[in-house]
């Protein structure tokens, strides 16, 4: 290290030999945690689901010196499957990182995704999901650490906002009158991008999707999400006659997992194939992608092992030239620093549920994400949101 100038401040220290522990970042204690936080109205559904809360189901990693990384999964608030996450947490993740230095992010991610007994029942699933707690809290950790918001931890920003689209307005629950009135108050509020929920009968949904196409004009973007409800035959018939609406994607219009399928539809509609949001792995992506079976990406943090993995699907998409959308398991608080931080990350989803619950809440003006000025990944609930909200993580 001769030669290169170190600088004097508390946070910017060398360390000259790899895998040498840094005493102040060495994992001390990690405790899990559960909230169940109410939606918008009393219950919204999509296709598939029908829920009350939204489940924070997460970890806070504690160092030597005191800090604190905070890191979480989203779950449709089901105590039982909730505490299942908690206890791969607490009994089979943490047991491998006590002790171990907080900065080496990937050798760990390494070692918790490649535990030889924790593989063998996991690559997904709740593993997957207690695996992302853990290194978001560890990207938290290393933000807080450099003093700085993620997004600049991770690069710097690309742009100035982000441009935010509103899934909130556009439930399934959500009555055909009130679907068009709220649409139209997104618009007014400043949102550019919105998205409406499909999947229960053809007929029904192209005529919402209309009604709400008719009510917002030409110049909104608006996607739809079928939450891999239907079968090939209804999205081929749905797509056929949506094909003048100017849909911007159709989200999931499948079964998860089809690429066969999916690469069928996106040959035979010109609207766009988004998918993602239920995969675990970049290697599921690469599926698709080498398919020609999506357009839009939507990876999410809290679904595939944290960030880190993310990170390839966003190099992957980058190669590809395509485009990445997250998907927002976890209300975008963490996905925003990378709408920040990668070029190829042009919009991210908005539902306002539980921003309330963090100390630094995502915030959206007229339409746009701004960017956090926090140190860390935004994950640092409240106390109050703990007071409020905790349920027993066992
Ligand atoms: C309800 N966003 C989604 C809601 C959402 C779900 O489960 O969270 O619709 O994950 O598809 O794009
Ligand atoms: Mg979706």
Redesign the pocket.
């Known amino acids: 290290m001769k030669g290169l100038p170190i600088k004097d401040g508390a946070n910017i220290r060398a360390r000259t030999k790899p895998n040498q522990p840094d005493p102040l970042m060495r994992i001390k204690h990690i405790e899990s945690f559960i909230l169940h936080i109410p939606v918008t109205g009393s219950q ?1 559904a ?1 296709s ?2 029908t ?1 009350s809360h939204w489940g924070v189901v997460g970890a806070c990693i504690s160092t030597e010196d005191g800090m604190k990384g905070y890191g979480f999964t989203g779950t ?1 608030a089901h105590l039982a499957s909730d505490q299942l996450i908690t206890r791969c947490i607490d009994t089979c993740i943490a047991p491998l990182l006590l002790g171990e230095d907080a900065n080496d992010i990937e050798r760990l991610w390494q070692k918790v995704a490649r535990q030889p007994a924790l593989q063998w029942v996991g690559r997904a699933g709740i593993t997957s999901l207690a695996h992302a707690a853990i290194d978001v809290a560890l990207w938290d950790l290393r933000a807080k650490f450099q003093q700085v918001p993620l997004w600049q931890c991770l690069g710097g920003a690309v742009r100035q906002q982000v441009r935010a689209y509103n ?1 909130d307005i556009g439930w399934l629950s959500i009555p055909d009158a009130q679907l068009v009135q709220g649409a139209q108050q997104a618009v007014a509020d400043g949102f550019t991008g919105i ?1 409406i ?1 499909v999947g229960s009968t053809v007929e029904r949904d192209l005529a919402r999707l209309r009604a709400v196409r008719r009510a917002v004009g030409d110049q909104v973007t608006l996607a739809i ?1 079928g ?1 891999g409800k239907w079968d090939l035959p209804d999205c081929l018939r749905f797509c056929r006659a949506a094909e003048d609406q100017n849909v911007f994607w159709f ?2 219009p499948l079964w998860y997992d089809a690429v066969q399928r999916h690469a069928q539809l996106a040959r035979a509609t010109s609207i766009p194939v988004a998918l993602g ?1 239920q995969l675990y792995s970049v290697d599921a992506f690469a599926e698709f992608i080498g398919q020609g079976a999506v357009h839009w990406l939507q990876p999410d943090v809290t679904r595939m092992a944290g960030l880190t993995e993310v990170l390839r699907v966003i190099e992957l998409a980058a190669a590809h030239r395509l485009p990445v959308a997250p ?3 976890d209300m975008s608080q963490v996905h925003q620093h990378l709408n920040f931080s990668r070029a190829a990350c042009s919009v991210l ?1 908005y ?1 306002p549920w539980i921003r309330d619950c963090f100390e630094e809440p995502a915030r959206v003006v007229d339409g746009h994400y701004q960017p956090p000025q926090q140190p860390g990944a935004s994950t640092t609930p409240t106390a109050q949101a703990f007071a409020r909200y905790a349920q027993a993580t066992s």
Do not use: Q
Request: charged share 40%; aromatic share 0%; net charge negative.
């Open positions: 919204i999509d598939t689901h829920i449709h899934t998205k929920k999400d939450n989200e999931e949001e998907h927002a398991g989803e539902i």
